[in-house]
């Protein structure tokens, strides 16, 4: 920038063909008009700001869970970057301006904890009977591990949680709920955590 001691542009302000006028602390000031601007809504900028859009909205009913079931071995307080990186990673599909959560590739529990080989779930008169094999399946495995589950609802989207406290050698779990009373099935994800509560398993999508 440059001072102007131009009497007939003293207290001016405003542009004048590629010149900039301006006032600071009484005195005139010109500068050139820039030749470009930053592209701040870039294609790129804007696909990157729906995937975090996305990928938060969806995990945002987990967030508090989320300190528990996905610390990777760091602080609670990056828990939750840690899940919105995976899934913003793993679980997003689509193309810009279309993109969208795939439900098979979310992780809402990340640990060495070993999955059962099969689970089922289907709804019944009381609620929702989730089954599961009870043999272990690695070596991080316990009959007293115990069954945690997350679900979403399939049309508004909050969601839910519950630590069961039922062990891995019961074999199954009844949800007596009606929070999606007159809806289709909901969006369920099933996990383990040991019984010292110091690890967990992943988290496997029911389908």
């Known amino acids: 920038m440059a001072r102007t001691k131009n009497r007939l542009l003293q207290n001016f302000s405003g542009t004048l063909d590629d010149l900039v006028f301006y006032q600071v602390d009484g005195e005139t000031y010109v500068r050139t008009k820039p030749v470009t601007y930053n592209d701040r809504q870039s294609l790129a900028q804007l696909a990157q700001r729906q995937r975090l859009k996305v990928v938060n909205r969806f995990l945002a009913p987990f967030k508090k869970v989320l300190r528990q079931t996905f610390q990777l071995e760091a602080s609670e307080r990056k828990a939750y970057g840690n899940a919105s990186s995976y899934n913003m990673k793993h679980s997003l599909t689509g193309t810009y301006p279309h993109l969208s959560i795939d439900k098979t590739k979310v992780r809402l529990s990340m640990g060495p904890i070993g999955l059962p080989a099969h689970v089922t ?14 043999a272990l399946t690695n070596s991080h495995s316990a009959t007293d591990d115990t069954f945690l589950f997350f679900a979403t609802h399939p049309y508004h989207g909050y969601g839910y949680y519950h630590f069961t406290g039922v062990r891995r050698s019961q074999g199954r779990f009844l949800w007596d709920s009606n929070l999606f009373e007159g809806h289709r099935k909901p969006d369920v994800w099933i996990a383990f955590r040991n019984a010292e509560e110091t690890a967990v398993s992943e988290s496997w999508y029911l389908e």
């Open 121 to 134: 779930i289907k709804p019944t008169d009381n609620g929702f009977l989730m089954e599961w094999d009870t």
